[in-house]
């Protein structure tokens, strides 16, 4: 639909709903007489304009407001307390270039998208809104700390100030407002990502919806607490830490958490190993038809309507690293599932417990100094689409069960110290530049490597296993009939005088022309 920013409609209206529709470039001139309207979206309607003078004193009743995807620019009022709606508002500017700092907003306000704009300076120190449900101001330029009044906002489902430049601690909201409901009660959804935020994670502690937390990209410290458990976080399904400093060892109560799906603590300084618990994590080992359902996940109550639950506008969108990229998984995000503990200090064996976790799309935990064998049974894994193992100290062969692995597009097993013939299959066989998934492992050999195996056939995963075990039980057998035979002369000698003698001089007789010869050889290895 194209409508000129002329047109003079001969009506009122009361809804106005034109998303995507032709509208721009100019601003609609239009609406300035319409201020009946109560629910206006002109979303993606082409506008390149600043936002007119008279825009927010016209549509000051206004409940729903939705100029998002557009190029419009201009600054925001200093305030917009004077807005008397007293239903809840929503508003959502995202994805346009609205300049100025964030100002104090409408009582009512439960919605406020601002996400994807130039706002700079300071969060208020009020923001004005107490039933504030939804906070998205990512992607702007907001700098200073962030206020201890966000404590106050105690139906704060979702906060995202990812990619600004925030700075200092998050407030600890638990003595803020002690014996009172608080943010920590309400807030599923916490988005600070790409800001250079410090401190630990004590701020954490009693946010018993909190579903996804994505602190990654900042400055904090310390060891990854014990308490980030069922008794705090009970419903954490996505936790993503990665680019900070924590240290310390991966907690086993981490592994408690049911609802975890998605973990990701990559590119920080953890040590010690991985948990053997790894099988606790209910989501990530159950398949997709029995995957368990958060109860908590994206929602939260309005104020006005205790029984009711509204999804959470930031429901479907999480930022990942999966086959060596980063994605943005919206709508299919409850499809995602991973661990990703690459570029730490871990070390010891991989678990064979990875194995149970059938759920996973996605498993790094390159770049450590991880050593043993990769498990055996790591093809049960079917959901794999990708799996990074490289940069370790890994041996032995490569499990024949990766063949199986139907789903996998993205394999690197580089730089290791891995043996024997590469496994082939068909999916193993249609990565992108096979090659390249094995190189820095000397003692690899056969398609789709150069180095031909020579010989009989090399054996590996568990037909090597099985293969060094029988040589094993043969040199223990061998070892065991010598012991036997030395028994025997050493009783020979003991009871039998002749023979002692007759034996003493076979042995005079035949190792005295070696004798110099072991001499020699003897002092050349000492040398």
């Not at 107490?130 to 906070?135: A, I, M, Q, S, V």
């Not at 702007?140 to 404590?151: A, D, E, K, L």
């Not at 199986?404 to 193993?428: A, D, E």
Request: hydrophobic residues 40%; contains cysteine; negative net charge.
């Amino acid at each position: 639909m194209i409508i000129s920013s002329n047109w003079i409609p001969p009506f009122k209206l009361k809804l106005a709903y034109f998303p995507s529709s032709k509208l721009g470039p100019q601003f609609p001139l239009w609406l300035k007489g319409q201020g009946n309207i109560s629910y206006l979206d002109i979303s993606n309607a082409d506008i390149v304009d600043q936002l007119p003078d008279w825009f927010w004193d016209v549509f000051s009743n206004i409940q729903y407001l939705n100029i998002s995807c557009n190029q419009i620019s201009g600054w925001l009022p200093s305030t917009l307390e004077f807005m008397s709606s007293d239903a809840g508002i929503i508003f959502d500017l995202s994805f346009n270039n609205v300049t100025g700092v964030l100002p104090q907003l409408p009582r009512h306000l439960v919605e406020l998208d601002i996400s994807r704009n130039s706002l700079s300076g300071p969060l208020p120190q009020n923001f004005g809104a107490p039933f504030l449900g939804d906070l998205l101001l990512s992607e702007n330029s907001i700098n200073g700390t962030i206020p201890i009044h966000i404590c106050e906002l105690q139906f704060l489902n979702t906060l995202d100030l990812a990619k600004n430049a925030l700075v200092g601690q998050f407030p600890l909201c638990s003595e803020v407002s002690e014996g009172t409901q608080n943010l920590n009660a309400t807030i599923s959804a916490l988005i600070l990502y790409e800001n250079n935020l410090s401190g630990d994670l004590s701020f954490l502690q009693c946010c018993p919806e909190l579903t996804l937390l994505d602190l990654a990209h900042n400055k904090f410290s310390g060891e990854l607490p014990t308490w980030i458990a069922k008794r705090s976080v009970p419903s954490l399904s996505y936790l993503r830490l990665r680019h900070n400093m924590f240290s310390g060892s991966v907690p086993v109560q981490l592994t408690q958490l049911t609802y975890l799906q998605y973990l990701d603590l990559a590119y920080n300084k953890i040590s010690g190993s991985i948990p053997h618990t790894l099988a606790n994590m209910k989501a990530m080992t159950q398949d997709r038809g029995h995957a368990l359902e958060n109860p908590f996940h994206w929602s939260y109550v309005r104020p006005g309507n205790s029984d009711a639950y509204y999804p959470s506008k930031y429901a479907d969108s999480l930022q990942v690293v999966a086959k060596g990229q980063y994605l943005d998984y919206t709508s299919n995000i409850i499809y995602m599932v991973g661990l990703d503990l690459s570029c730490n200090n871990l070390v010891g064996e991989i678990p064979v417990e990875i194995a149970s976790l059938v759920n996973l799309n996605n498993i790094n935990i390159s770049h450590n100094r991880l050593s043993g064998k990769i498990p055996d049974k790591i093809g049960l894994l079917g959901s794999l689409e990708s799996l990074d193992l490289s940069y370790n100290q890994l041996c032995g062969g490569i499990p024949s069960s990766l063949a199986n692995m139907t789903m996998l597009s993205k394999l690197n097993l580089s730089y290791n110290n891995l043996s024997g013939r590469v496994p082939t299959g068909n999916q193993l066989q249609s990565l992108i530049d096979p090659a390249s998934s094995y190189m820095g492992n000397d003692y690899l050999c056969g398609p789709p490597l150069s180095r031909n195996c020579s010989g009989p056939e090399v054996l590996t995963g568990g037909d090597l296993d099985k293969h060094q075990d029988e040589t094993r039980y043969f040199y223990l057998g061998l070892a065991a009939g010598f012991v036997l035979g030395l028994w025997l002369v050493f009783i020979v000698f003991l009871f039998g005088k002749a023979w002692r003698i007759a034996f003493s001089n076979f042995l005079t007789s035949y190792c005295t022309p070696y004798k110099h010869s072991w001499a020699d050889s003897s002092s050349c290895h000492e040398k």
